[in-house]
């Protein structure tokens, strides 16, 4: 410890959480947990106490996304990428066409590959840093990608494939790290799904879905085609969209859920909403995120990774660092200030710095992050 850098406490944010996931949870997420504790820890999720907390965050996702006529909040345990799996077993008839642009939208991509009843799915990539859309494909069911890719910082379109509409496909959105910090238009989507522990808050093992008609119906005649004889298709149970649907629709889950998950989750979406929605989530987290990129841009050793402004993110920025400066320094040294998970994603290998900029992180925090990072690289230079 004795090269520590010791950056002054008046620099220090007030809260050193800025993971891109999991991401702060805020103290009075803490509180409502013990304050549930002695109610609801512990029961079952079957019962009305539990059940009521689930109608909250059903009501509320409605709420916040300000979701079309028919549309459904739909949620079961796993995290998205379960509903990777799920989407491959229940909502995707034949064949799908993906988005390819970093770690996580590549990964839906390859369970498509991996599944023996679909057809060899149609891949469009762009380099990390950057983002492509699926492209209209004939012979395509679903079109499938990130709104925000959690890995590079990259944040792309949500809007139907031109085309798409005739051909009957659904557009199915990973918002894992994107839904409550980007501004989306779900009726360009038919299932808009992410984990809660990004800008809701939350813990993981849990997904949310925002589901369209055409979405629901499709899982209903997908999983009863692979019940008829001699089909080659197999939905587990645990995969089957149709029973999740049922279930939520009676205010619970399949299996039994995390009810810590649910209660943080609740509060959360309570404390978004209270505060003005999405709007608000919106504008909080283009503050935070704007801040950094202009600090990264004035900065002599410190630039944006993605050069395309209009594809920055505004709710995981990554922030590339001048090779004469190790980033894995800069890390350590906010770390052991009590600033913690700013480094970059570590499959992506570059000498980056990655920092979540969710609703729950105050902007005064990330201008005081700015300022701690500025005074290690002086420090460590020294």
Not at 44 to 64: C, D, M, N, T, W
Not at 221 to 244: D, H, I, K, N, Y
Request: glycine share 8%; charged share 20%; net charge negative.
């Amino acid at each position: 410890m004795g090269n520590t850098v010791r950056i002054p406490s008046e620099l220090i944010p007030k809260d050193g959480r800025f993971g891109s996931g999991p991401s702060k949870i805020r103290p009075d997420q803490i509180e409502a947990i013990r304050s549930g504790a002695q109610s609801l820890m512990g029961t079952s999720h079957r019962q009305s106490p539990v059940k009521q907390v689930v109608a909250s965050i059903r009501e509320g996702l409605s709420s916040f996304f300000s979701i079309p006529d028919g549309y459904e909040i739909a949620l079961g345990n796993g995290g998205a990428s379960a509903f990777w799996d799920m989407a491959c077993a229940s909502l995707i008839n034949r064949k799908a066409a993906f988005g390819s642009y970093g770690s996580f939208s590549a990964k839906f991509a390859q369970s498509a590959h991996r599944a023996p009843f679909l057809e060899e799915p149609v891949i469009y990539e762009s380099e990390p840093g950057t983002f492509r859309l699926p492209e209209f494909t004939e012979g395509v069911d679903a079109y499938c990608w990130a709104h925000n890719e959690t890995s590079t910082g990259v944040a792309a379109p949500v809007e139907r494939i031109p085309g798409s509409a005739e051909q009957q496909a659904l557009i199915l959105v990973d918002a894992t790290s994107a839904a409550g910090a980007l501004p989306v238009d779900i009726a360009q989507t038919d299932a808009y799904y992410f984990s809660p522990q990004k800008a809701f808050g939350s813990d993981g093992g849990l997904w949310l879905a925002v589901l369209s008609p055409d979405a629901i119906e499709r899982a209903q005649a997908v999983e009863a085609s692979a019940s008829l004889e001699g089909a080659r298709r197999w939905v587990p149970p645990f995969l089957s969209l149709t029973s999740a649907v049922e279930n939520s629709r009676k205010d619970q889950t399949l299996n039994t859920p995390a009810l810590a998950t649910l209660i943080m989750l609740n509060e959360q979406i309570q404390w978004l909403n209270n505060n003005g929605g999405l709007a608000w989530a919106v504008a909080r987290c283009a503050k935070s995120s704007s801040l950094l990129y202009s600090w990264a841009e004035n900065s002599e050793y410190a630039s944006p990774f993605v050069s395309d402004t209009s594809a920055r993110s505004q709710a995981v920025v990554t922030i590339d660092i001048d090779g004469a400066i190790n980033a894995a320094q800069i890390i350590a040294a906010l770390r052991d200030n009590g600033i913690v998970d700013t480094a970059g994603y570590r499959k992506l290998g570059r000498n980056q710095l990655r920092i979540g900029v969710f609703p729950s992180v105050e902007p005064h925090d990330v201008v005081a992050l700015t300022e701690c990072i500025d005074y290690v690289v002086e420090h460590i230079q020294q």
